[in-house]
T-cell receptor, first 111, second 117 residues
Framework: SQQGEEDPQALSIQEGENATMNCSYK?????LQWYRQNSGRGLVHLIL?????REKHSGRLRVTLDTSKKSSSLLITASRAADTASYFC???????????FGKGTKLTVNP | EAGVAQSPRYKIIEKRQSVAFWCNPI?????LYWYQQILGQGPKLLIQ????????DSQLPKDRFSAERLKGVDSTLKIQPAKLEDSAVYLC???????????????FGPGTRLTVL
């Protein structure tokens, strides 16, 4: 079963614009992670935010986590054509920190 | 630093045949994962190893899927017999197991795309 649900399922923007993707989940988590998957390539880890953190930045990425609402958002600022990919949120649960992925948001950045 | 290696990259078989996938994790990573990713969905964890022991295999269809990590390094995932619904990308990932009992980010291999006809 999938825990996280990303919203929207697909997003198309122009280069230079910001892109915001949301993730909602159902059960308590240890941490939440965002991954990117380019067509034909493997998954790449972008950022990890722990359950006791509220916001985290990494370059052009900003992630927020609201554990009371069981939701997270990923903001990509000043998007580039190279950001075109599918973005997945994954929640780490339990002692083994098992990752449960959502279905992903497909982002298209038009040049 | 070399990444996670997987082979083969592509495999086409007929239903009821068997198939095996191989994974070599990043050197020093004690934790190894196998995921199944069906088209249009996120990856689903099949099995998680800590060294050569199984941590979680709750979503592994044990009647047809098996996995091993005999020396705590390389791993193989086998499907026997394959069904049409097993068509998917099989991803291997590895991570460090940190002092204090938490896991670090997972590094994924390129995957094996399996087509069952």
């Amino acid at each position: 079963s999938q825990q996280g649900e990303e919203d929207p399922q697909a997003l198309s923007i122009q280069e230079g614009e910001n892109a915001t993707m949301n993730c909602s989940y159902k059960t308590s988590i240890n941490n939440l992670q965002w991954y990117r998957q380019n067509s034909g390539r493997g998954l790449v880890h972008l950022i990890l935010i722990r359950s006791n953190e509220r916001e985290k930045h990494s370059g052009r990425l900003r992630v927020t986590l609201d554990t009371s609402k069981k939701s997270s958002s990923l903001l990509i600022t000043a998007s580039r054509a190279a950001d075109t990919a599918s973005y997945f949120c994954a929640t780490a649960q339990g002692g083994s920190e098992k990752l449960v992925f959502g279905k992903g948001t497909k982002l298209t950045v038009n040049p | 630093e070399a990444g996670v290696a997987q082979s083969p990259r592509y495999k086409i078989i007929e239903k009821r045949q068997s198939v095996a996938f191989w994974c070599n994790p990043i050197s020093g990573h004690a934790t190894l994962y196998w995921y199944q990713q069906i088209l249009g969905q996120g990856p689903k964890l099949l099995i998680q190893f800590q060294n050569n022991g199984v941590v979680d295999d709750s979503q592994l269809p044990k009647d047809r899927f098996s996995a091993e990590r005999l020396k705590g390094v390389d791993s193989t995932l086998k499907i026997q017999p394959a069904k049409l619904e097993d068509s998917a990308v099989y991803l291997c990932a590895s991570s460090l197991f940190l002092v204090g009992g938490s896991y670090n980010e997972q590094f994924f291999g390129p995957g094996t795309r399996l087509t069952v006809l």
